[in-house]
């Protein structure tokens, strides 16, 4: 089942902070972020695991909540570079192929 | 080190036709995934690959479809016969999973993308 993202769209200046949530209706396992600008391919941020465990790069940060089932993705300061759809894939099962929300448009404007 | 490399990057072909899409994954990646993704459905999986076994096809949307992993270093996406609502950009993945340990896949590597255009 396609985990839900909020908002559909945001539109920053550059500076400014952003939050992207990523819930699910089902337990997650993990939840991977990626970011894919405009006529290019996905391209990964981080994966966050069950107990805490978070990998990935950039200045970007995440957290996870196994609880309410629900991940954010934080842009702190946002940079033009940051422009761009952002997806959170989940998987079904603990090995299982990922399913990716429907994206989260990100604009930021000087 | 080269990325996953996807040919053709753009295929305009008639109704009808086959065609056919190619990827060679990173060396060293054992799961490939091959994805299509438009507007109106977004990054749907179509299907993957562990260790050059299909493993999860449930995403193929029809008969027409088909695709094959004869080695680790090569994979085809075929359509046939391609209709136009099959216009799309696929992308194919590729990273090293071993699906035995939890947590999902590990970072996937996309390739370029092929544009397909069926009029």
């Known amino acids: 089942q396609q985990p839900v993202q909020s908002p559909q769209a945001v539109i920053l200046r550059e500076g400014e902070d952003a939050v992207i949530n990523c819930s699910s209706s089902?337990?997650?396992?993990?939840v991977h972020w990626y970011r894919q600008k405009h006529g290019e391919a996905p391209v990964f941020l981080m994966i966050?695991?069950?107990?805490?465990e978070q990998k990935g790069h950039e200045k970007i940060s995440a957290s996870f909540n196994e609880k309410k089932q629900q991940s954010s993705l934080y842009l702190t300061a946002s940079q033009l570079s940051y422009s761009g759809t952002y997806f959170c894939g989940t998987p079904e099962t603990s090995g299982s192929r990922l399913t990716f929300g429907e994206g989260t448009q990100l604009t930021v404007n000087p | 080190d080269a990325g996953v490399i996807q040919s053709p990057r753009h295929e305009v072909t008639e109704m009808g036709q086959e065609v056919t899409l190619r990827c060679k994954p990173i060396s060293g990646h054992n799961s490939l995934f091959w994805y299509r993704q438009t507007m109106m459905r977004g990054l749907e999986l179509l299907i993957y690959f562990n260790n050059n076994v299909p493993i999860d096809d449930s995403g193929m949307p029809e008969d027409r479809f088909s695709a094959k992993m004869p080695n680790a270093s090569f994979s085809t996406l075929k359509i046939q016969p391609s209709e136009p609502r099959d216009s799309a950009v696929y992308f194919c993945?590729?990273?090293?999973?071993?699906?035995?340990?939890?947590?999902?896949?590990?970072?996937?590597?996309f390739g370029d993308g092929t544009r397909l255009s069926i009029l």
């Open positions: 993945a590729s990273s090293f999973w071993v699906i035995e340990l939890p947590g999902g896949p590990e970072p996937q590597h």
């Open positions: 966050l695991l069950k107990g805490g």
């Open positions: 089902k337990a997650l396992y993990s």
